[in-house]
C-alpha cells in the first residue's frame, strides 16, 4: 500500500509514534501497514497523503476538502492512534536502522 514511501520519512514518523528496536526499515513499515490495516480509510488516506505522498498540509486540505488546520489535526490524531496503537515488539531505535 505505502510503496512510495521514503526511508527517511519512515524513519522520523516510526519514531515520532515511540517505535524503537527494530532493524529494517521495511520492518517497521510493514507493521505501520499492520496498524494502518485497522485503522479508518480516513487515517489510512491521511497516512498516505502525507507520508506518503509527501502532501502538504495544505495540500491535504484542498483535496479533502478541509481547512488547513483540521488537515494538521487530522495527522495529529494519526500519529496519537498509531502511537497509542503500537505495541511493545515494534519498537526500534532509528538509530539502528
Given at each position: 500500500m505505502f510503496n512510495g514511501i521514503h526511508e527517511n520519512t519512515l524513519i522520523n514518523f516510526a519514531a515520532d509514534i515511540?517505535?524503537?528496536n527494530m532493524t529494517k526499515p521495511r520492518?517497521?513499515?510493514r507493521d505501520i501497514g499492520r496498524l494502518l490495516d485497522h485503522s479508518t480509510p480516513e487515517m489510512q488516506q491521511i497516512f498516505?497523503?502525507?507520508l506518503v505522498e509527501e502532501k502538504s498540509y495544505a495540500e491535504i486540505a484542498v483535496t479533502q476538502g478541509i481547512s488547513e488546520s483540521l488537515?494538521?489535526?487530522?495527522?495529529?490524531k494519526?500519529?496519537?492512534?498509531?502511537?497509542?496503537?503500537?505495541p511493545e515488539k515494534f519498537n526500534?531505535?532509528?538509530s539502528q536502522i
Amino acid at each position: 500500500m505505502f510503496n512510495g514511501i521514503h526511508e527517511n520519512t519512515l524513519i522520523n514518523f516510526a519514531a515520532d509514534i515511540g517505535c524503537v528496536n527494530m532493524t529494517k526499515p521495511r520492518d517497521a513499515l510493514r507493521d505501520i501497514g499492520r496498524l494502518l490495516d485497522h485503522s479508518t480509510p480516513e487515517m489510512q488516506q491521511i497516512f498516505q497523503d502525507r507520508l506518503v505522498e509527501e502532501k502538504s498540509y495544505a495540500e491535504i486540505a484542498v483535496t479533502q476538502g478541509i481547512s488547513e488546520s483540521l488537515a494538521r489535526k487530522k495527522v495529529q490524531k494519526l500519529r496519537k492512534h498509531l502511537k497509542s496503537a503500537v505495541p511493545e515488539k515494534f519498537n526500534f531505535q532509528a538509530s539502528q536502522i
